[in-house]
């Protein structure tokens, strides 16, 4: 992902690359800048905006400085926890630095979830199938975790009351129910990159909403999106969703 994000803000005309973090690969060449190993490099490049695409045990860190610094974040790193969320927010409302968080970065997986919430209302049982390449380390995916958390929420508001529930402590084998009434099932398989499909049921029909990544350009437009509007959007910001409109 660094090095597609890489290519795709340097392949931009409105963006300008002038720095790369990586302390694996400190010292490398990425798209004419030279890898650093540590987030000072982005101050003395001086970067208006970081985006983030590490692993949660170093995001939270990287955001820290970022707002210490008022330099925009744009994060997609995920396993984050709602603890960091609350963090994040609070950093990012004392000073100039704004941020950008999302589970997902593709338009199409932004739709789907929109899509899915829209639907979810009309139908009494629903179920989260989402899947990813074997590298992905969090389960489930924060695309799924904010889906399902949506999906029930808004099935709440649906004619007859609160959400159809399975009775008692179900299997392992029936996933996790991420939000009430909502499971989730997790799949790790190489050759996979990013896959959900959202399975709506009620009497004599199902509805499935499905969006695959199948590959990783699929996330950039919406991360230099972001980039160009982080600026504009003060403060904590959850989401693309706002910057589509929706």
């Known amino acids: 992902m660094g090095r597609a994000i890489c290519a795709a803000v340097h392949s931009d005309p409105e963006l300008d690359l002038v720095a790369a973090v990586d302390p694996a690969i400190a010292g490398e060449a990425a798209e004419g800048v030279v890898v650093a190993s540590t987030p000072e490099a982005i101050g003395r490049a001086g970067a208006e905006v970081a985006i983030d695409f590490t692993v949660s045990s170093a995001a939270l860190s990287n955001a820290s400085w970022c707002a210490e610094n008022a330099v925009h974040a744009v994060i997609g790193t995920t396993g984050l926890h709602e603890e960091a969320f609350e963090q994040l927010a609070k950093m990012f409302s004392q000073g100039t630095a704004n941020c950008i968080i999302a589970p997902n970065f593709a338009i199409g997986a932004v739709l789907m979830m929109r899509f899915a919430e829209m639907a979810a209302p009309w139908f009494e049982t629903v179920e989260i199938i989402e899947l990813h390449h074997d590298g992905k380390l969090d389960a489930p995916s924060g695309t799924a ?102």
């Open 145 to 246: 975790t904010l889906t399902a958390q949506r999906l029930s929420t808004a099935r709440r508001a649906r004619p007859g009351g609160s959400p159809a529930r399975g009775g008692g402590q179900a299997p392992a084998a029936r996933g996790s129910e991420t939000a009430p009434g909502v499971r989730v099932h997790s799949v790790r398989l190489r050759g996979l990159v990013a896959h959900q499909e959202v399975l709506l049921g009620t009497t004599g029909q199902i509805l499935t909403i499905r969006h695959d990544s199948l590959d990783r350009s699929s996330f950039m437009p919406g991360v230099l999106l972001a980039t160009k509007e982080v600026p504009h959007r003060a403060g904590f910001t959850v989401g693309i969703e706002a910057l589509l409109g929706l």
